[in-house]
């Protein structure tokens, strides 16, 4: 079954929201993988049932990059907060870092989450509405 994870920094969690929202139908029948706060917002508010790990600053970034080490991914949309430093910075670089290193692919923006999303539901024979 396809498995993706969503990520997404604070100031981007709206975007991820609708992101989710807009595509529902299709992020309904696979696996998902979140960070903390953003799989919170995502259950509660758009109702879509999501794996949690913990929160980006507490370790959540490194076990999606483990899940990554172990091909249990098949792509990732870390919506990134770009103008705001993060505290737990190293944490983001290893996990770009990993998912270039196993060839997994990855969206920081919501043009590039739309375009990876599509790719992975068309190797599921689904085509997402625009």
């Known amino acids: 079954m396809t498995r993706l994870a969503l990520i997404a920094h604070d100031d981007e969690k709206p975007e991820m929201l609708d992101f989710?929202?807009?595509?529902?139908?299709?992020?309904d029948g696979i696996d998902i993988v979140t960070t903390g706060t953003t799989g919170t917002r995502i259950q509660e508010e758009i109702g879509i049932e999501v794996e949690r790990k913990a929160s980006g600053p507490m370790g959540g970034d490194l076990q999606?990059?483990?899940?990554?080490?172990?091909?249990?991914l098949d792509?990732?949309?870390?919506?990134?907060?770009?103008?705001t430093a993060q505290p737990h910075e190293p944490d983001i670089s290893a996990l770009l870092r990993i998912c270039d290193v196993h060839d997994t692919p990855l969206a920081t923006t919501r043009s590039g989450a739309e375009?990876?999303?599509?790719?992975?539901?068309?190797?599921?024979?689904?085509?997402?509405e625009r």
């Open 115 to 128: 375009y990876l999303l599509a790719g992975v539901a068309a190797e599921d024979g689904v085509s997402l």
């Open 64 to 72: 999606i990059g483990a899940e990554v080490v172990d091909e249990r």
């Open 20 to 27: 989710a929202a807009t595509h529902r139908s299709y992020l």
């Open 75 to 83: 792509g990732i949309v870390f919506l990134r907060d770009p103008l």
